[in-house]
């Protein structure tokens, strides 16, 4: 009967080191992955509540409340990542947030596994301003001044 002395096989040597590496590279994906839905979810939060800012300081002002505000909502989540950065632009009544990020993978090298392009990963979040209130006061406005003109010419 032959003993195990421990040797590893040709075959093991070149297959546990890719399987290693494929972990690896899931983790990292993984991190990708979670960035980018962190990233988009905040950029969302963001052009919201410029949206519906109510107070005279950031009203007229939606890039300054998302400067404010940006480092707050997007907090410590991104690990893995570098910190956000978060552009706003505003088109009539409509805001766009878009928040950029890389994710930071060093360890792979030069690795045959890892993308050579890089890992920067972008969203973007659009909100409208709407004066709902306003508009539900003046359809009723509207409706009762439907009713008294019409009821004038009975």
């Not at 002002?61 to 907090?75: E, I, L, N, R, S």
Request: with cysteine.
């Amino acid at each position: 009967m032959r003993r195990f002395k421990g040797y590893m096989t040709l075959e093991a040597s070149l297959i546990i080191p890719m399987v290693i590496c494929v972990f690896a590279l899931l983790i990292y994906f993984s991190f990708y992955l979670y960035g980018r839905c962190t990233l988009s979810q905040d950029a969302y939060v963001l052009a919201f509540r410029a949206s519906v800012e109510k107070s005279k300081e950031w009203k007229d002002d939606p890039a300054g409340y998302v400067d404010q505000k940006a480092a707050k909502q997007a907090g410590s989540k991104y690990f893995g990542s570098s910190f956000p950065r978060f552009d706003t632009s505003t088109q009539g009544k409509e805001i766009r947030v878009k928040g950029r990020s890389k994710a930071r993978h060093a360890a792979m090298g030069r690795y045959f596994l890892k993308p050579r392009g890089s890992w920067e990963y972008e969203a973007e979040g659009i909100a409208k301003r709407r004066n709902y209130p306003g508009h539900i006061r003046m359809a009723t406005r509207l409706k009762d001044l439907g009713k008294e003109i019409l009821n004038l010419g009975e």
